[in-house]
């Protein structure tokens, strides 16, 4: 069976190995798939909650300012607020944390801003409402 809907999310990172090791450290995510040699390497990563890679791939030409531009980002969803908390601390320790932890409320909880090493942000959160915002809406 083929896949179907929304699969990957794709982005240039200038150094593989730095790259994979940040979104397992705070994305729990785990290679998947892994091809190419030298500068020229891709990387499929997972959390392996649903079928949803992001492919990271390597390349010297790496743009220097984020893809995403400057609010764009990926969410992760963490399994408690003190997680969210201890990843921020860790984040803060290394120079990469961009927003402090900030609750919102629902739907959007409990959440904070990461740069990955090529400037991309993480948005580690607790308590989003994101699967039950899209039944209600797809219900109604």
Do not use: C
């Amino acid at each position: 069976m083929s896949d179907l809907g929304l699969t990957h999310v794709a982005f240039i990172v200038k150094d593989l190995e730095r790259s994979i090791a940040f979104y397992a450290r705070y994305a729990g995510m785990a290679v998947v798939h892994r091809r190419g040699e030298g500068a020229s390497q891709v990387a499929w990563i997972s959390d392996h909650t649903r079928p949803f890679v992001i492919v990271l791939v390597q390349s010297n030409e790496a743009a220097a300012e984020s893809p995403l531009g400057p609010f764009g980002h990926l969410g992760v969803a963490v399994q408690s607020r003190a997680e969210v908390d201890r990843l921020a601390d860790e984040a803060r320790r290394e120079g990469i944390l961009v927003r402090e932890p900030l609750d919102s409320g629902p739907p959007v909880g409990y959440w904070t801003f990461i740069a990955d090493p090529d400037g991309n942000m993480l948005e580690l959160s607790f308590g989003q409402e994101v699967a039950l915002t899209e039944e209600l809406m797809r219900t109604r």
